[in-house]
């Protein structure tokens, strides 16, 4: 078991999450991608909205962990940084880099790796999407 323990792990990703809500708005104006990047992110995971997926990285508290460019506060140390990840080979040292599995290890990555830190979000199979769909445009 980490440092936190389960039940702070819990606490540890409240505050986030209802941080990310209020921070939505900041995303409106288009989060700073171009339309190319946004229409490339979309067909590599088959429709994943890159600029929502830029909220849902708020709303859901991976910026608590990683860091990750463009995403306010996302300056955490407990995972690795997500800014490369669309050049990296592995996902969780372990899993072919392709969206198919990105996108099933946000969703479910205690299934996939069971003594994983990364704990379960119950993030939903278009908000998976949509967050790979940003990460893929981070370079």
Request: charge should be neutral; proline fraction near 6%.
């Amino acid at each position: 078991m980490n440092r936190l323990g389960k039940c702070g792990l819990r606490a540890f990703y409240a505050v986030p999450a209802l941080i990310g809500l209020a921070l939505v708005s900041f995303c409106a104006g288009g989060c700073g991608l171009s339309n190319a990047q946004v229409r490339e992110a979309a067909s590599i995971t088959g429709g994943g909205d890159a600029r929502a997926g830029r909220t849902d990285i708020l709303k859901y508290g991976c910026y608590t962990c990683h860091t990750i460019a463009g995403v306010p506060g996302a300056q955490g140390l407990v995972g690795p940084s997500l800014n490369d990840i669309g050049q990296r080979e592995f996902i969780a040292g372990e899993f072919p880099n392709t969206p198919a599995d990105l996108m099933r290890w946000i969703q479910n990555p205690q299934q996939i790796k069971p003594n994983t830190l990364m704990p379960d979000m119950h993030v939903t199979q278009q908000d998976s999407q949509d967050i790979a769909a940003y990460l893929y445009t981070l370079h």
